[in-house]
């Protein structure tokens, strides 16, 4: 199953102007996450102090990947990188001539 890396960024034009508005904003946000770690390909999540953007490791196909990641737009923006493991590194070391 393939892995990926999901920088995310908040699109902070679309916060809310109140605190009130912007704490149930949060709030709810924080929730989809935590239901992607139950029911998805959602395996981490994070996000960097102080800032409005994190990031999530997923593992799944690429279309499982993007619609867990269509339910967030267009309030958060994507960058998402496939990464190898240290097995599939070997794999490819093994391909290299000698």
Known sequence: MAKYLVLWRIDTTRIP???QEQRAMYEASVAMVEK???TSVSKDWGQFV???RGYGIAEGTEVEIAAMLQQYAPFVQFEVHPV???RMVRQVIKTMPK
């Open 17 to 19: 102007a109140t605190p």
């Open 36 to 38: 992607d770690a139950k």
């Open 50 to 52: 102080g800032e409005d």
């Open 84 to 86: 190898l493991t240290t």
